[in-house]
């Protein structure tokens, strides 16, 4: 998607009206993807979007170059919208690690960032949602009746894409004991308060695997077959359990 340009002065309510411009991709019979056309919409986005400097910047090089090769352009009206209210927008926070100038970078507005010792001429994003990964991989190893069992990983899986779980094993659900680390994945948790520092109106926490000790194939990086479920059948309460224990201990922790 590629922000296209601000209209000035113009607002409905709290929501700013932003034109932006969307690449149309077609998929062809030999899996490579070619670019169709530029479409140009109209949409009132929430003021969270929301620091106009940066569309502007972003808007000044691509109304020129892209506007006039759309097809067509559609308005969406935001008195239309099949929701009632926008929560605004955010991030996922478990690429990012502990860093004090990525979190200034999302969750500010400030009118210019340093990021990496530089100082950038764009502003910050502004973002309004921070969103947590609940991680479900370890390099423990675990007794099963005899057998060392320890999680399998995949070679197309990144390691820094592997989130930590705080659950290591099924001896225990008992959250204080030794089958639980609440010290596990200390840079995303870092990151979280740095976004609540910084004022973010929603945190949510979402999870991409269940801890690798619940997958029929000890992975968190995905099923064996793409078709079927990778939550061992067993495992269903046990992964509920874990996920409302992990938001339980962040509330009143």
Do not use: C
Not at 18 to 23: A, P, Q
Not at 115 to 131: E, H, K, Q, V, Y
Not at 210 to 228: Q, R, S
């Amino acid at each position: 998607m590629l922000p296209g340009s601000v209209e000035e002065n113009q607002s409905i309510g709290n929501r700013r009206k932003v034109e932006v411009f969307v690449k149309v991709i077609n998929e062809g019979s030999d899996g490579r993807f070619e670019l169709l056309n530029f479409v140009a919409f109209e949409s009132h986005l929430p003021r969270a979007y929301s620091n106009p400097r940066l569309i502007r910047s972003l808007a000044h090089e691509q109304r020129n170059s892209h506007r006039a090769n759309a097809d067509y352009t559609v308005k969406a009206d935001a008195a239309t919208t099949l929701i009632s209210s926008w929560d605004g927008w955010g991030t996922s926070l478990y690429v990012f690690g502990d860093r004090e100038d990525i979190a200034d970078l999302l969750f500010t507005t400030k009118d210019a960032v340093t990021l990496n010792g530089s100082t950038s001429s764009l502003p910050a994003l502004g973002l309004t949602i921070a969103r947590y990964n609940i991680g479900g991989s370890a390099n423990n190893v675990v007794d099963d009746s005899g057998t060392e069992v320890s999680m399998e990983t995949s070679d197309n899986m990144p390691a820094f894409k592997l989130m930590e779980t705080f659950w290591l094993d099924w001896m225990s659900k008992d959250p204080t004991s030794t089958s639980w680390n609440w010290d596990a994945d200390a840079k995303q948790r870092a990151m979280v308060g740095l976004a609540t520092q910084r004022d973010v109106d929603i945190l949510e926490a979402f999870s991409n695997s269940p801890p690798w000790w619940m997958t029929n194939n000890h992975a968190t990086a995905g099923g064996d077959d793409g078709d079927k479920d990778n939550l061992e059948d067993w495992n269903h309460d046990q992964f509920a359990l874990y996920l409302a224990t992990v938001v339980s201990h962040a509330r009143t922790s």
